[in-house]
């Protein structure tokens, strides 16, 4: 079935970086946008940006530009979102989702990231 | 940005009754608008897209209007399984903005 599946939880210290897996199956992953949204605890989501598969462009939402690179590796099926300068406030759990026209349409399971001292 | 604000925060109901959110863009995004229904520890799942089209699979008491900047989740008789918290989403212009969310919870 079409699904992403993201890498597992990670615990950093501030200032280090972090780099979540996102790997999709089940459909032609060069076909379809996909995206990275966070949602710390208690709050609403937030978009940070995303990759055209086909061609490696990427855009970020000026929140995140200067920290966020977003890859992917096609004879992988899998995409990568990597935070450097982590602080506390990064805190969250990241998704990826793939956008199909309108809306994101299937989403990951969500990695938690937990930045703290 | 584009700013997204919905209205109510929360918003206490029964089951059977109908139910309305409202979602503003600070400026136009035409149809450029998704709803989501997220449950605790869960993802979000797509019900709306385009302001008024209907995920394939999304029961039909759920809808959706609007335009320019101004939009309503509808859902028309509430049902156990629709206690959660509700965002409504523009894609018209990035960054992509969400509305701070809308928890229905039980009367």
């Known amino acids: 079935q079409v699904q992403l599946v993201q890498s597992g939880g990670e615990v950093k210290k501030p200032g280090a970086s972090v780099k979540v897996s996102c790997k999709a199956s089940g459909y032609a992953f060069t076909k379809y946008a996909l995206h990275w949204v966070r949602q710390a605890p208690g709050q609403s989501l937030v978009w940070m940006g995303w990759?055209?598969?086909?061609?490696?462009?990427?855009q970020f939402s000026p929140k995140f530009q200067g920290r966020l690179t977003i890859t992917r590796d096609t004879s992988a099926s899998t995409a990568y979102m990597d935070l450097s300068s982590l602080r506390s406030e990064d805190t969250a759990v990241y998704s990826c989702?793939?956008?199909?026209?309108?809306?994101?349409?299937?989403w990951g399971q969500g990695t938690m990231v937990t930045v703290s001292s | 940005d584009i700013q997204m604000t919905q209205s109510p925060s929360t918003l206490s109901a029964s089951v059977g009754d109908r139910v309305t959110i409202t979602c503003r863009a600070s400026q136009s995004i035409s149809s450029w608008l998704a709803w989501y229904q997220q449950k605790p520890g869960k993802a979000p799942k797509l019900l709306i897209c385009k302001a008024s089209s209907l995920e394939s699979g999304v029961p039909s008491r759920f809808s959706g209007s609007g335009s320019g900047t101004e939009f309503t989740l509808t859902i028309s008789s509430l049902q156990p399984d629709d206690f959660a918290t509700y965002y409504c989403?523009?894609?018209?212009?990035?960054?992509?903005?969400f509305g701070q969310g809308t928890k229905v919870e039980i009367k």
């Open positions: 989403q523009q894609y018209n212009s990035y960054p992509w903005t």
């Open positions: 990759i055209n598969p086909g061609n490696g462009d990427t």
């Open positions: 989702a793939r956008a199909s026209g309108g809306g994101f349409d299937i």
